[in-house]
């Protein structure tokens, strides 16, 4: 097991760690044989090789051979595994290591709160953190900033104020990096009082700082504010860039996404393939193909090499500005495909394209999938392969995908399938199956949560064309469900625009004035390739998740260990 551990990172080290741009003076050539192990695990060379790690994989052939060759268990090393095994937010595997130290102290501790942070599971960093106390741990401000962190991710004010009252208990609400992570975690919740009051005391700000304030404010969908600062900033980098030109693009102001792009290309300024993205983003929403088309060029001009994330957003705004045959080229050049590239193809052809084609690119990923293919299809798979069948008309089929997203794919149903499912049996006739799939629909969503909801918009595409007295009599049954639920209402308010019924329209809303029920922000009649792409383009999975992350990226530069 030692040999085939050794083996495995020395084959490792030679092809990719010792390789890398960070590790120019480890690099040895081929032929030559592998150094002892005292070469690799002397301080400095061990410092790069840590540097040059990049992801979990490799972070674990490195622990390997520190294990096999016997280092592993000297404190230095198995604290420096867990501190970078922390970024990579496996909690299982930092808190194992984390186990094999003696002593652990604060920094340790410190580590797998961070990895709670970055992981699935932030609200365990709190209950970590005071599992930690019990045990004499003494907490400094690089506790805080994980921590705090965890709280801006679960989004829950009760632990936010109680973490910022811990960190004025220890006496380092002061430090930078600390009111930073707050001013992050009251924007994250949405309390800008609280976070402009933080903002305001301090006596020392820095370009996080600010990028965090902006970033609140435009959070907050209050651009205006968030304009005014940006303005007002001593210096900004891309990420500032970055959080204004996505902020406008995300509440429908996708003009002024490009016109702060435009200041971007005539300055100089060096953009990030965030920013791409955003811009793409804002050309996609507003059909803009003229400038759609210029923002591909700057990307080839100035970009080395298109990667995974820009193809996908090329797909997806060429498909908005309908040139899918357009797209189609560009997934076409594509040498790697995640489940997202496929999907934005799909859904090109099934919502702007021919949903034939769309139905034809699906079974071409089924059989890619049958030849040895990593990929399943998913919940927006089948969204765009039901919405496919509903324009063509394809009852039949539709039922049969539907039956297979279940039993096959294990995928459950919702609101969409269900309201797609609908509209092919109403387009088709059977209106009787049509009302049992939206009964089906109602029983199945009591939730109703806010994502859920936003698949109502695919009365903006998929126009349900049956008897409009069924369809009001379910919605009017999710109302009596929940009378406060503001969505429920939108529902029905999307079921009269639809029907043309704007009397009806103006009598709910008056309903719900009179209620005080509070509108839920982005709730609009927008179409379905809008709701794809604010639930999963901006979401690229594969064997590495990349998100695109502004304010957080900056602090973990800065808060290192």
């Given at each position: 097991?030692?040999?085939?551990?050794?083996?495995l990172?020395?084959?490792?080290?030679?092809?990719?760690?010792?390789?890398?741009?960070?590790?120019?003076?480890?690099?040895?050539?081929?032929?030559?044989?592998?150094?002892?192990?005292?070469?690799?695990f002397?301080?400095?060379?061990?410092?790069s090789?840590?540097?040059?790690?990049?992801?979990?994989?490799?972070?674990?052939?490195?622990?390997?051979?520190?294990?096999?060759?016997?280092?592993?268990?000297?404190s230095?090393?198995?604290i420096?595994?867990?501190?970078?095994?922390?970024?990579?937010?496996?909690?299982?595997?930092?808190?194992?290591?984390?186990?094999?130290i003696?002593?652990?102290?604060?920094?340790?501790?410190?580590?797998?709160?961070?990895?709670?942070?970055?992981?699935?599971?932030?609200?365990?960093?709190?209950?970590?953190?005071?599992?930690?106390?019990?045990?004499?741990?003494?907490?400094?401000?690089?506790?805080?900033?994980?921590?705090?962190?965890?709280?801006?991710?679960?989004?829950?004010?009760?632990?936010?104020?109680m973490?910022?009252?811990?960190?004025?208990?220890?006496?380092?609400?002061?430090?930078?990096?600390?009111?930073?992570?707050?001013?992050?975690?009251?924007?994250?919740?949405?309390?800008?009082?609280?976070?402009?009051?933080?903002?305001?005391?301090?006596?020392?700000?820095?370009?996080?700082?600010?990028?965090?304030?902006?970033?609140?404010?435009?959070?907050?969908?209050?651009?205006?504010?968030?304009?005014e600062?940006f303005?007002?900033?001593?210096?900004?980098?891309?990420?500032?860039?970055?959080?204004?030109?996505?902020?406008?693009?995300?509440s429908?102001?996708?003009?002024?996404?490009?016109k702060?792009?435009?200041?971007?290309?005539?300055t100089g300024?060096?953009?990030?393939?965030?920013?791409?993205?955003?811009?793409?983003?804002?050309c996609?929403?507003?059909?803009?193909?003229?400038?759609?088309?210029?923002?591909?060029?700057?990307?080839?001009?100035?970009?080395?090499?298109?990667?995974?994330?820009?193809?996908?957003?090329?797909i997806?705004?060429?498909?908005?500005?309908?040139?899918?045959?357009?797209?189609?080229r560009?997934?076409?050049?594509?040498?790697?495909?995640?489940?997202?590239?496929?999907?934005?193809?799909?859904?090109?052809?099934?919502?702007?394209?021919?949903?034939?084609?769309?139905?034809?690119?699906?079974?071409?990923?089924?059989?890619?999938?049958?030849a040895?293919?990593?990929?399943?299809?998913?919940?927006?798979?089948?969204?765009?392969?039901?919405?496919?069948?509903v324009?063509a008309?394809?009852?039949?089929?539709?039922?049969?995908?539907?039956?297979?997203?279940?039993?096959?794919?294990?995928?459950?149903?919702?609101?969409?399938?269900?309201?797609c499912?609908?509209?092919?049996?109403?387009?088709?006739g059977?209106?009787?199956?049509?009302?049992?799939?939206?009964?089906?629909?109602?029983?199945?969503?009591?939730?109703?949560?806010?994502?859920?909801?936003?698949?109502?918009?695919?009365?903006?595409?998929?126009?349900?064309?049956?008897?409009?007295?069924?369809?009001?009599?379910?919605?009017?049954?999710?109302?009596?469900?929940?009378?406060?639920?503001?969505?429920?209402?939108q529902?029905?308010?999307?079921?009269?625009?639809?029907?043309?019924?704007?009397?009806?329209?103006?009598?709910?809303?008056?309903?719900?004035k009179k209620?005080?029920?509070?509108?839920?922000?982005?709730?609009?009649?927008?179409d379905?390739?809008e709701?794809?792409?604010e639930?999963?383009?901006?979401?690229?999975?594969?064997?590495?998740?990349?998100?695109?992350?502004?304010?957080?990226?900056?602090?973990?530069?800065?808060?290192?260990?």
């Amino acid at each position: 097991m030692a040999r085939i551990s050794k083996l495995l990172l020395f084959r490792f080290g030679y092809n990719s760690i010792l390789s890398h741009p960070n590790s120019k003076s480890l690099s040895f050539s081929s032929t030559s044989s592998p150094p002892p192990s005292s070469y690799y695990f002397s301080k400095e060379r061990t410092i790069s090789l840590f540097k040059a790690c990049q992801n979990v994989k490799q972070l674990f052939q490195i622990h390997a051979h520190l294990i096999t060759s016997g280092f592993f268990f000297k404190s230095s090393w198995s604290i420096s595994v867990l501190k970078h095994s922390s970024d990579y937010g496996n909690v299982d595997y930092s808190i194992s290591v984390f186990k094999c130290i003696g002593n652990p102290g604060t920094s340790c501790v410190n580590a797998v709160i961070k990895a709670y942070s970055n992981s699935c599971v932030p609200d365990k960093a709190v209950i970590f953190y005071f599992q930690m106390l019990k045990n004499g741990f003494l907490p400094n401000s690089y506790s805080f900033v994980p921590l705090l962190g965890s709280c801006a991710r679960m989004g829950c004010v009760e632990r936010g104020e109680m973490c910022h009252g811990l960190a004025i208990k220890n006496g380092i609400d002061s430090v930078l990096q600390v009111q930073n992570s707050l001013i992050y975690m009251y924007g994250c919740i949405g309390i800008m009082e609280y976070a402009k009051k933080v903002f305001d005391e301090m006596s020392q700000k820095d370009l996080i700082t600010w990028n965090s304030i902006v970033h609140g404010y435009v959070r907050c969908g209050d651009l205006w504010v968030a304009h005014e600062l940006f303005d007002i900033m001593p210096q900004r980098n891309v990420i500032s860039w970055n959080i204004m030109i996505s902020g406008y693009s995300k509440s429908g102001n996708p003009g002024c996404s490009l016109k702060l792009f435009r200041i971007i290309a005539n300055t100089g300024f060096k953009a990030s393939d965030t920013t791409m993205v955003s811009v793409l983003t804002a050309c996609g929403r507003s059909a803009r193909l003229n400038e759609g088309r210029s923002v591909h060029g700057y990307i080839v001009r100035n970009l080395v090499k298109p990667n995974i994330i820009l193809n996908t957003s090329l797909i997806d705004m060429y498909s908005k500005c309908q040139k899918v045959e357009i797209a189609l080229r560009v997934f076409n050049k594509m040498a790697v495909r995640n489940l997202v590239c496929w999907n934005a193809m799909i859904l090109g052809h099934c919502i702007h394209g021919k949903p034939e084609a769309g139905l034809k690119l699906f079974t071409a990923l089924l059989d890619w999938r049958e030849a040895g293919g990593s990929i399943s299809p998913d919940e927006i798979t089948f969204i765009g392969v039901l919405c496919a069948c509903v324009r063509a008309e394809l009852v039949t089929e539709g039922r049969n995908y539907f039956s297979q997203m279940i039993h096959l794919y294990k995928v459950k149903p919702n609101f969409a399938h269900y309201w797609c499912m609908a509209n092919l049996y109403a387009v088709a006739g059977p209106m009787k199956e049509a009302e049992e799939f939206l009964r089906k629909m109602s029983e199945d969503s009591d939730d109703m949560s806010f994502e859920s909801i936003m698949w109502i918009n695919l009365l903006s595409l998929c126009r349900f064309q049956g008897d409009i007295a069924s369809v009001e009599r379910i919605a009017k049954s999710f109302i009596d469900m929940d009378p406060r639920d503001f969505s429920r209402y939108q529902l029905l308010m999307n079921i009269y625009a639809v029907a043309g019924q704007w009397e009806n329209v103006a009598r709910v809303k008056e309903l719900t004035k009179k209620r005080r029920i509070g509108r839920i922000p982005g709730c609009g009649l927008v179409d379905l390739k809008e709701i794809v792409h604010e639930l999963r383009v901006g979401l690229f999975r594969g064997d590495g998740k990349e998100k695109f992350n502004t304010i957080t990226d900056e602090w973990g530069q800065r808060s290192s260990l």
